[in-house]
């Protein structure tokens, strides 16, 4: 499977670039409420979504940024969306955590999304179409009900759900080392779901493995698991990091981004680089010029 490394990378230094500067807005005063930056974990949402057609749908969490730049593609509408403009993804009603636009819906709340995600692929098989539904979930919600009970109906209704667990090794502060006994793996096998688990951040593994998973689901129209150890390079939110910096050091070593040099010259990577950041920057000018409307 020929890998589009350019287009791969242009998606995942968006995401990062994005990402950054969302944490200084705050710091500068430009933005309120919360945010959840998605550093560190680009290689997954870029791998994964860029396989999909626009009539697939993606279901996301609080940590849902990435997931959108990597299907939408426009930072524009997800900017407005955070600085709650009236031109943002949804009006500016949903903010950081609460997006719905085209095939693309997130919620805050933990595992409240499963249910949705399993409803709308059960909808895609009664209507006998060939799209697929991905809902990406982290760690920490394996402490839900409601994910056993949408995988349990997700095997016995052979609906095209694609649940992609990111395990980042933490949910807020807690590491899964404190929170979850057993493998993670074994909890979607015990509902018969066909499953699979890797360890890695390098886009030249993990995209040719989401196009195998998403093609065969597109013929078998059943679901799938898989659970991606990753690891999140920033903080849980803003500053809230009580974790060894030895440890983020050595995950740091395997950022997503360093991958890309085996298959992109630096030449290209700086390039590609260099544009996303002019883009990021008059997009964010103008987008601060915006006048909010109230109705
Ligand atoms: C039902 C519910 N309980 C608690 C929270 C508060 N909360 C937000 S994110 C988070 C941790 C999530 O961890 P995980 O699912 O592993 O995702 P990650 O943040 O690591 O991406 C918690 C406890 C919430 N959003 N929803």
């Given at each position: 499977?020929?890998?589009?490394?350019?287009?791969?990378?242009?998606?995942?230094?968006?995401i990062?670039?994005?990402?950054?500067?969302?944490?200084?807005?705050?710091?500068?005063?430009?933005?309120?409420?919360?945010?959840?930056?998605?550093?560190?974990?680009?290689?997954?949402?870029?791998?994964?979504?860029?396989?999909?057609?626009?009539?697939?749908?993606?279901?996301?969490?609080?940590?849902?940024?990435?997931?959108?730049?990597?299907?939408?593609?426009?930072?524009?509408?997800?900017?407005?969306?955070?600085?709650?403009?009236?031109?943002?993804?949804?009006?500016?009603?949903?903010?950081?955590?609460h997006?719905?636009?085209?095939?693309?819906?997130?919620?805050?709340?933990q595992?409240?999304i499963?249910?949705?995600?399993?409803?709308?692929?059960?909808?895609?098989?009664?209507?006998?179409?060939?799209?697929?539904?991905?809902?990406?979930?982290?760690?920490?919600?394996?402490?839900?009900?409601?994910?056993?009970?949408?995988?349990?109906?997700?095997?016995?209704?052979?609906?095209?759900?694609?649940?992609?667990?990111?395990?980042?090794?933490?949910?807020?502060?807690?590491?899964?080392?404190?929170?979850?006994?057993?493998?993670?793996?074994?909890?979607?096998?015990?509902?018969?779901?066909?499953?699979?688990e890797?360890?890695?951040?390098?886009?030249?593994?993990?995209?040719?493995?989401?196009?195998?998973?998403?093609n065969?689901?597109?013929?078998?129209?059943?679901?799938?698991?898989?659970?991606?150890?990753?690891?999140?390079?920033?903080?849980?939110?803003?500053?809230?990091?009580?974790?060894?910096?030895?440890?983020?050091?050595?995950?740091?070593?395997?950022?997503?981004?360093?991958?890309?040099?085996?298959?992109?010259?630096?030449?290209?990577?700086?390039?590609?680089?260099?544009?996303?950041?002019?883009?990021?920057?008059?997009?964010?000018?103008?987008?601060?010029?915006?006048?909010?409307?109230?109705?």
């Open positions: 499977m020929e890998i589009p490394y350019r287009e791969l990378y242009k998606k995942a230094i968006l990062r670039f994005f990402e950054n500067r969302l944490l200084e807005l705050f710091s500068e005063g430009k933005l309120f409420g919360t945010t959840h930056t998605y550093v560190g974990q680009e290689a997954v949402a870029i791998s994964s979504i860029s396989h999909l057609k626009k009539e697939d749908v993606v279901f996301s969490n609080h940590r849902c940024h990435g997931h959108y730049l990597a299907k939408e593609n426009d930072p524009k509408s997800l900017l407005a969306e955070i600085m709650g403009k009236n031109s943002g993804a949804c009006g500016g009603r949903g903010g950081s955590q997006i719905s636009r085209n095939n693309f819906f997130s919620n805050g709340i595992g409240g499963l249910p949705n995600a399993l409803g709308m692929a059960f909808a895609e098989k009664f209507r006998r179409s060939p799209n697929i539904v991905v809902v990406f979930i982290g760690d920490g919600t394996l402490g839900e009900g409601s994910t056993y009970e949408s995988m349990n109906l997700a095997s016995l209704w052979k609906v095209p759900l694609l649940i992609v667990l990111e395990n980042n090794q933490y949910a807020q502060t807690t590491s899964v080392n404190d929170n979850l006994a057993g493998e993670i793996i074994d909890r979607a096998k015990s509902f018969g779901i066909k499953s699979n890797v360890k890695t951040n390098d886009v030249s593994e993990l995209y040719p493995l989401f196009g195998r998973i998403i065969n689901m597109r013929q078998d129209g059943e679901p799938f698991f898989q659970l991606v150890n990753t690891y999140r390079i920033n903080a849980h939110s803003k500053g809230d990091d009580f974790r060894d910096k030895k440890e983020i050091d050595f995950w740091k070593k395997k950022d997503p981004l360093i991958y890309f040099k085996n298959f992109l010259s630096e030449q290209e990577i700086n390039k590609i680089s260099k544009d996303v950041m002019k883009n990021l920057k008059e997009i964010e000018k103008e987008t601060k010029d915006t006048q909010i409307k109230f109705k």
